[in-house]
């Protein structure tokens, strides 16, 4: 090669990483320490979970669902739930239409909360993230002063809900509601107003709004492009039919819109606020009434062994457009198939061209400002070709395996 | 030809677009179900799905149908062995940026016969498609062509790519294959 001509490189960011919270990995093409080129090969936590629906029926899926992600897994539940109430053509009480509601506004605060403390660790902003940290915590507290469990809620079920907004709950509510008017400016304040926190996120990552329509970015990804989508207001679903929402573009706050990093940032902290609203109304507005459809369960188990149909379901996850699709055929129990896009594997589609043109050091921010989730994204993985070289360890083998070296290190 | 790459703030009713397909493709093209979706206290329909039914070379033409009325935004493929075909879904929306209570679901369900599974891949219109029909490829063993990268994308490096995980036939894995995770 000859003297200056330019020469790239190949650097893998991940499968594990430090500024991954996930393992999946990027392969950067650099040219000094600008990044040319990117491809991303996930797949390295695939666990087959659409595979295993297919021996299971649609009540143990919900559990199935539940666990695809520990971040979003209502946002997964609800999505499920209402693709088989949409095949099965089973109509949800008012009260559990707006329990769902609640749910799904508490998840999307601690879902960005999180994401915004993480977000600062990203770039060093230790305190920030540290103040991120703690503020979350008020609302892991009333997921589980309602539920029972900090992650995994198991409120969700098909035709309705199993657990009430309970009144001592609905004050756990209304103290949370406080406490983040009160508090949360602190870190919005911080974290918007600092000028490190915008020097490192401004104008990196971009991705421009024609990029974000053909990519077809969703969630916060896509209104920090200045899209104005939210299925919450394109197709209410849920309580949303009469809680008004309007999507968070940052053109209605700054005035300008960019599509970088910090509009990612702002677009979520924002919407933590919008959330604080919904849950309010949901709370002041919530009818009386039965929780289930269906309460006994051989009943419900019966019907969806009747249904015949697909049903879809699109709602507005944390990150964004949540899609499940469901087939049930009449006279089996179980699910036929089942396909799950969470919103991740949208988004991370646009990743090439948010990197393209940026330093190595901005990529794990860049990584992060989607707010990826790669266990949602992959879901499958129980085949493995016990024939061939891949083998799926259990945690026996592993086991078994670490304590192998450590005999063999001693010299036994 | 440039396509758009932009979300319309014009919303047209379901039954008009229902009304354009029948129109410009007639009986090429099975309109299943217009499915009103119903939420809140007073049970109002929200927004619609509409169901199609296409025969494979159909499918780039009503694409392009829906490009007339807005950027499509594609959700992703869903697709099963059905035994003599394979069964493809495509989940688009019309109309998501185009004001409250607006949008359109749209489903494009194509059967291909397994002696033939190819489809146009539809990545040079909507490039969100990507991982949709990476996934599709080696988890069904349906041929986009057209398609840039044909590499494997959530299945493991050294995967025998003759074994497609979501086939229930002799393509699909065997019963000793899988281990059943307690």
């Known amino acids: 090669m000859a003297v200056g001509e330019a ?8 499968p594990v990483h430090v500024g991954l919270k996930e393992p999946i990995t990027t392969w950067l093409e650099v040219d000094g320490e600008r990044i040319v080129d990117i491809k991303v090969r996930p797949g390295a936590i695939h666990r087959g979970i659409e595979f295993m629906a297919r021996e299971r029926n649609p009540i143990q899926v919900i559990y199935l669902a539940e ?6 897994s209502f946002a997964h539940i609800e999505s499920f739930v209402r693709a088989v109430e949409d095949a099965a053509s089973i109509s949800v009480p008012k009260r559990a239409q707006y ?13 960005h909360i999180l994401w915004a403390g993480v977000a600062c660790y990203t770039f060093g902003y230790d305190s920030a993230f540290n103040l991120g940290l703690l503020l979350r915590e008020k609302v892991m507290d009333v997921l589980e002063a309602i539920s029972g469990n900090r992650v995994n809620y ?19 509510l209304e103290d949370m509601l406080d406490y983040y008017r009160r508090e949360f400016a602190a870190f ?7 000028p490190i926190t915008k020097a490192r996120m401004r104008h990196v990552g971009t991705l421009p709004p024609e990029d974000a329509v053909r990519y077809c970015a969703v969630g916060p990804t896509a209104r920090a492009s200045g899209l104005r989508v939210d299925l919450r207001w394109s197709s209410p679903y849920e309580a949303y039919a009469d809680i ?6 940052p053109q209605d706050y700054m005035g300008e819109v960019y599509g970088d990093v910090f509009d990612r940032f702002l677009v979520r902290v924002l919407e933590v606020y919008q959330s604080l609203d919904i849950i309010e109304k949901a709370l002041l507005g919530l009818p009386e009434g039965p929780l289930m459809a269906e309460p006994k369960l051989p009943k419900l188990l019966a019907l969806l062994k009747a249904a015949d149909g697909v049903g879809w379901s699109s709602i507005e996850a944390p990150r964004g457009d949540d899609t499940h699709v469901i087939r049930l055929t009449k006279g089996d129990e179980n699910v036929t198939w089942w396909k799950v896009r969470a919103p991740t594997y949208a988004n991370i589609v646009s990743w090439p061209i948010m990197f393209r043109g940026q330093e190595i050091a901005d990529a794990p921010l860049i990584v992060n400002s989607i707010d990826p989730c790669i266990s949602c994204m992959e ?4 085949v493995d070709k016990k024939s061939g070289s891949s083998e799926v360890l259990t945690k026996e083998e592993l086991l078994k395996r670490s304590r192998e070296k450590t005999r063999r290190l001693m010299g036994r | 030809m440039s396509r758009r790459a932009e979300y319309t703030d014009k919303a047209m009713a379901s039954e008009a677009v229902v009304s354009v397909i029948r129109e410009r493709l007639g009986d090429a093209v099975e309109v299943v179900e217009l499915r009103d979706r119903k939420a ?6 929200c927004f619609h799905d509409l169901w199609l039914r296409c025969p494979k070379d159909k499918l780039l033409e009503v694409l392009d149908i829906l490009f007339e009325l807005d950027f499509p935004f594609f959700h992703v493929m869903s697709g099963n062995d059905e035994g003599e075909a394979v069964l493809l879904n495509y989940h688009f929306s019309l109309f998501q940026g185009s004001g409250r209570a607006s949008r359109l679901g749209v489903a494009v369900s194509v059967y291909l016969p397994k002696d033939d599974l190819t489809m146009p891949s539809i990545q040079d219109r909507i490039p969100g498609a990507e991982y949709s029909e990476r996934e599709m490829r080696e988890m069904l063993g349906i041929n986009f062509m057209g398609m840039p990268d044909e590499s494997l994308v959530f299945l493991p490096e050294d995967w025998d790519e003759r074994i497609k995980p979501w086939r229930r036939d002799e393509a699909g894995p065997k019963p000793e294959q899988i281990r059943e995770l307690s």
């Open chain 1, 67 to 72: 666990r695809i992600c520990g971040i979003c």
């Open chain 1, 379 to 382: 879901r499958a993985l129980v």
């Open chain 1, 7 to 14: 020469k790239t490189y190949k650097i893998p960011i991940g």
């Open chain 2, 40 to 45: 809140g206290l007073s049970d109002a329909v």
């Open chain 1, 244 to 249: 008004e929402v309007t999507p968070i573009v």
């Open chain 1, 99 to 111: 329990i769902r509601t609640i749910m799904l506004e508490l998840e999307r605060v601690h879902s």
């Open chain 1, 154 to 172: 198991g409120v969700g079920t098909i035709g309705g809900v199993r657990r009430d907004i309970t009144p001592e709950a609905a004050t756990a």
């Open chain 1, 188 to 194: 919005y304040e911080v974290a918007t107003e600092d």
